[in-house]
């Protein structure tokens, strides 16, 4: 019996002692960020009756057999796919209202309200070289700021692309590391502190990746997962211990594609997806400023060949290229303005080919368009931040809902230290009796 006694309570001293040190590691990982708490499972060691004497006490004590983790899969899920959601926000409102300001700051709007007004000034003199050469200046200011504008909308387009493909390369990197994770949970002890360990890896390598796209997972009983990414249909992107390779492409256009083994993939969520979205909203906008650009040199050099200049020779252009980035003055004196009609002699103040250059100017209405470029891109932001601020709520509440249930209270563990260091305790004092017992028999047996 005191054999029994000493074998019982070494088997609860040991159990004791590993729920103690289970409890220690969750006190000192109780800020690590993804680090999921622990628990012990104990449960008896059975153990028979001798034959013949079933009515005899068949204790054995007690043994650790489980290191659980306290997650909650649904939890996590859906922590993953609010963060992706609130990524693909914060990305697009960030390139939006980088957009916004690029046109917005560079002035273009006024600039071509005071090209405006400059003609009309000239056509109180037409003849006035002072007046001729204040709409040239103009004019070259209202160039330069399109490709100011033009310039710093082509900044944020490489600012996008950049992250993207940063983004991409991490998401490579992660992907990577999952499927090594992989190889290392098909082998690791079920119930083990390693194994607990490399679910605590697996799971922030999930959240990491889902910053980046959306994910779907498939767990196997040992732990392994398999990943898909991309809006339906997903693609397969980890599988066991093999990842594939996700690959960017920058368009023509500027936008970019993702693939992954040559099959193109949409994000569908996380920060690839808002930088999409974005180079998307880029492009057109720049493609209607571009527009605004063109129909100001088309206007303009239009009404310029219908007409002649001071000197009365045939009206030349004023601008030259067709894009917010190329548009430039290409004359050179403000006296080849034509505004008098074709036919016209020199200094004539018939100024009916200005007003025809005004009215043409008027018709193709540059400032309306770059206006409805500011409202457009300003409304948009607006509506995106307040998306991005419901979504940042909702992202929020289930990172706490995940962290109140998988996280570490320090006053229970506290408990759980006291519990069994009395438990530890409670054996050893089994087993001194064990000893007392032994030592009695002994002595009697003498």
Known sequence: MASDLLSIG???????????????NNIANASSDGYVRRSVRIEEVSGGSIAGRGSDIAASGSRVVEVRRNADAFRQAEMRRTQADLQRSNVELAGLENIEAAVEQSGIFSSIVEFEASLQQLSGDPTDSARRAAVLAEAETLAS????????????????RFDAQAGVADLNTYGAELARVNLRLARAGFGSNDQASLLDQRDNLLERMSGFTSIATTFASDGTVAVAVGASPATAFVNGGNAATMTSTVEPNGTMSFAIG????????????????????????????????????????????????????????????????????????????AT?????????????????????LSTANPADTVNAILFDVSSKVAGRKVTQSALETIASSARIALEEQSGVDLDNEAANLIRYQQAFQASGRAMQVASDIFDTLIGIGR
């Open 340 to 360: 008098a009609p074709a036919g016209s002699p020199a200094n004539d103040r018939n100024q009916q080919n200005l007003a025809d250059m005004r009215q043409a």
């Open 145 to 160: 700021k399109f490709n100011i504008t033009a310039g710093s909308l082509a900044s944020v387009g490489e600012g996008l």
């Open 262 to 337: 040559g099959t193109a993939i949409n994000p569908g969520a996380g920060s690839l997806a808002g930088t999409a979205l974005a180079l998307n909203d880029l492009q057109a906008i720049g493609t209607r400023l571009d527009a605004a650009a063109a129909s100001i040199a088309t206007a303009i050099n239009t009404a310029q060949a219908n007409g002649v200049a001071r000197d009365g020779s045939a009206g030349q252009p004023i601008f030259s290229g067709t894009t917010a980035s190329t548009l430039s003055v290409v004359l050179t004196n403000g006296a080849g303005i």
């Open 10 to 24: 070494a088997s609860g001293a040991r159990a004791a002692r590993g729920a103690l040190e289970v409890t220690a």
